[in-house]
């Protein structure tokens, strides 16, 4: 879909293109202020003043909103990768209680698998390394699975005990849920409407002005620039490998140092 589209855009020129748009709908709302304020009497003056008060109330709801569901999904992100980091220790430390050839087997594809799962990060932008990536992680979850059940029919008793199972379990759930998160923005249909509602409350702002017979430039344009910075970061924190504001990767890169190489010598 077209509105899909959007989600490609940069944030800063995003964010750019409504500053410009802000300016724009601040000259037209005080032009069509400034032909109208004539014929207008006083109490209608206090109805269109309360009646832009709400509006531009709504509009400011809908942006802090917008910014609760960006924020927090940043978060879930960055949670999910500690989580998953705890996950994987966790996973290595077990499977230290297995006996070869499938502890070996387990080790070598955890570290496959941190290995890709950094390198996708890294390079999610590049199309051909991402799939390549994202085959490495499906490979490498298959091979951990394969050596739990290679551990399982050596010694059944001694796999429970050391619970292996649950724990290489939680490693592949947690892969499916951060691939969802990466997934998870914020409905395209909604940026389009924020903008225009922005589009809206700057026409409103300039009316105004032009209801007073003077341009307020120095107001209009510091009230222009917060919009735009709030709407740049609302629009960063839902583009975690494109934006200024990254998803914090370091504790898989700890997490990497710790476990045996991905081909070991034995």
């Known amino acids: 879909m077209a509105l899909e589209r959007v989600y490609d855009l940069s944030p ?15 000259e037209i709302g005080f032009r069509i202020g400034r032909l109208r304020s004539a014929r207008e009497s006083e109490p209608a003056r206090a109805v269109s003043g309360a009646m832009k008060a709400t509006i531009l109330g709504l509009v400011a709801l809908l942006l802090g909103f917008s910014y609760s569901i960006t924020s927090s999904k940043f978060s879930q992100r960055q949670r ?3 989580d998953e980091a705890n996950a994987i220790g966790t996973c290595d430390l077990r499977a ?5 050839p499938a502890r070996e087997r387990i080790r070598v594809a955890l570290r496959g698998y941190t290995d890709a799962r950094i390198a996708y990060f890294e390079q999610a932008l590049e199309p051909d390394a991402a799939s390549k990536a994202s085959s490495s992680m499906n490979a490498a979850l298959e091979d951990l699975w394969a050596g739990v059940g290679e551990a399982f029919q050596a010694n059944s008793d001694l796999t429970k005990s050391s619970e292996i199972i649950p724990a290489a379990n939680e490693v592949i759930d947690l892969s499916s849920t951060r691939s969802w998160a990466s997934r998870n923005h ?14 809206i409350s700057g026409s409103l702002t300039g ?60």
């Open 12 to 26: 800063s020129i995003l964010a750019i293109v409504v500053l410009a748009m802000l300016a724009f709908t601040n």
């Open 80 to 82: 999910l990768v500690l």
């Open 96 to 100: 230290q209680l297995l006996p070869p």
């Open 186 to 199: 914020m409905p395209p249909s909604m940026v389009v409407l924020l903008i225009v509602c922005l589009a």
């Open 207 to 266: 009316h105004s002005s032009g209801q007073s017979g003077s341009r307020h430039t120095a107001l209009w344009t510091t009230l222009n620039v917060l919009v735009a910075l709030i709407l740049f970061v609302v629009l960063d924190f839902d583009r975690p490998r494109r934006g200024l504001i990254q998803v914090d990767h370091r504790p898989l890169l700890e997490l990497q140092s710790s476990l045996v190489p991905a081909d070991p010598q034995r």
